[in-house]
């Protein structure tokens, strides 16, 4: 599983712009955190496909980076996580 985060424009719309792009790929949003303060915001966000959503976001201009939650992870450690039923796929 990746995390995204992109920093929104603070203009009405910035939002729906991001989901209209995913959406317009077939692309699910499986997760969502946004923050808000003053002008800036930021939006972290899981989806159904990665790579369309990299594209999504290079078709919009959008810069964003990407979050590993199990990146480093040891492989044991990993395992039990998924036997947890916490997505930690890279």
């Known amino acids: 599983m990746i995390w995204f ?9 910035a ?7 995913l959406a317009d790929r077939q692309v699910n949003i499986t997760g969502i955190v946004g923050v808000a303060e003053d002008t800036e ?3 972290m966000l899981t989806t159904s496909d990665a790579e369309a959503t ?4 290079t078709a ?3 810069a964003y980076e990407e979050h590993d939650p199990g ?3 040891d492989p044991g450690v990993r395992q039990g996580l998924a036997q947890r039923g916490m ?4």
Request: proline fraction near 3%; glycine fraction near 16%.
């Open 87 to 90: 997505d930690v796929a890279g």
């Open 54 to 57: 990299r594209q999504a976001f």
């Open 5 to 13: 985060t992109v920093q929104l424009e603070d203009r009405p719309g």
């Open 60 to 62: 919009l201009g959008i």
């Open 41 to 43: 915001g930021a939006l």
């Open 71 to 73: 990146a480093g992870l």
């Open 15 to 21: 939002l729906a712009r991001v989901a209209s792009a």
